[in-house]
């Protein structure tokens, strides 16, 4: 009961004083050279430029296997990143498949404080920029026909992500009240197992005859 009750107090205290985080998903399109015919960048698609969207990313990202998702959705937040980052082009054909749909980055990021998410994102989307000119310049390709990049508007924005401290008391409280009270009963099940085993073993002794010795 004592060691159930200070576990449950301790998880509480975490709970109450866990602090929340920053969190950003930041949108870096990829924009076709403009023309007569194809004016307008943003309207224009191109599997070439989604190729070199991810091409891109992984230059950036290293080496590591890209994790996939049942949904492009998924943040970090939602997988229980507290600090950190990921930038990938979003994969819509689910955890079967592959679909690569859009010319534009997700990156996602999450830290402690605001300032550090601002710094991150200012870093990573001045790296991706560089990655992007460094591809082209070694490709030879002709300035004029420079694939660009813009964080889509609105995107940049980092929201707070707070704990609800007294959901994450209650629960704890709950939790540990229903651990305490199981924990109670498989001792009580154990103590009357060891006492019918106790009798047990009385009754067998009473019930066997003692020798008869011949006289």
Same mark, same amino acid.
């Given at each position: $009961?004592?060691?159930g009750?200070?576990l449950?107090?301790g998880?509480?205290? #975490?709970?109450?004083s866990?602090d929340?985080?920053h969190?950003?998903r930041t +949108?870096?399109?990829?924009?076709?050279p403009?023309?007569?015919?194809?004016?307008?960048?943003l309207?224009t698609?191109?599997?070439?430029i989604i190729? /070199?969207?991810g091409?891109?990313? @992984?230059?950036v990202?290293?080496?590591e @296997?890209?994790?996939?998702f #049942?949904?492009p959705?998924v943040?970090l937040?939602?997988? &229980?990143?507290?600090?950190?980052?990921?930038?990938r082009?979003?994969? /819509?054909g689910?955890?079967? #498949?592959?679909?690569f749909? /859009?010319?534009? *980055?997700?990156?996602?990021i999450?830290?402690p404080s605001e300032?550090?998410v !601002?710094?991150?994102?200012s870093a990573l989307?001045?790296?991706?920029?560089?990655? *992007?000119?460094?591809?082209?310049r070694? !490709?030879?390709?002709d300035?004029?026909?420079?694939?660009? $990049?813009i964080t889509?508007?609105?995107?940049?924005?980092?929201?707070?992500?707070?704990?609800?401290?007294? %959901?994450? *008391?209650g $629960?704890t409280?709950?939790?540990g009240?229903?651990?305490?009270?199981?924990?109670v009963i498989f001792? +009580?099940y154990? !103590? !009357?197992?060891? %006492?019918? &085993?106790?009798?047990s073993?009385? #009754?067998?002794?009473?019930?066997v005859?003692e020798?008869?010795?011949?006289?």
């Amino acid at each position: $009961m004592l060691i159930g009750a200070v576990l449950t107090a301790g998880s509480g205290l #975490a709970a109450v004083s866990a602090d929340g985080v920053h969190f950003t998903r930041t +949108e870096l399109v990829f924009l076709a050279p403009t023309s007569a015919l194809y004016p307008n960048a943003l309207r224009t698609q191109s599997e070439d430029i989604i190729i /070199t969207a991810g091409l891109v990313a @992984k230059q950036v990202t290293g080496p590591e @296997k890209i994790t996939k998702f #049942a949904s492009p959705d998924v943040t970090l937040v939602g997988l &229980g990143v507290r600090d950190g980052w990921s930038l990938r082009l979003p994969d /819509t054909g689910g955890q079967w #498949a592959t679909n690569f749909a /859009t010319q534009r *980055l997700f990156l996602d990021i999450v830290g402690p404080s605001e300032e550090r998410v !601002r710094e991150q994102q200012s870093a990573l989307i001045e790296e991706v920029d560089q990655e *992007l000119e460094a591809l082209q310049r070694e !490709r030879g390709v002709d300035p004029v026909n420079d694939i660009t $990049m813009i964080t889509a508007p609105q995107s940049t924005t980092i929201y707070s992500v707070g704990v609800n401290k007294a %959901r994450a *008391l209650g $629960m704890t409280a709950v939790l540990g009240i229903g651990a305490t009270i199981a924990a109670v009963i498989f001792r +009580e099940y154990l !103590r !009357r197992r060891r %006492r019918s &085993g106790s009798s047990s073993e009385d #009754a067998t002794a009473e019930a066997v005859p003692e020798p008869v010795t011949a006289s």
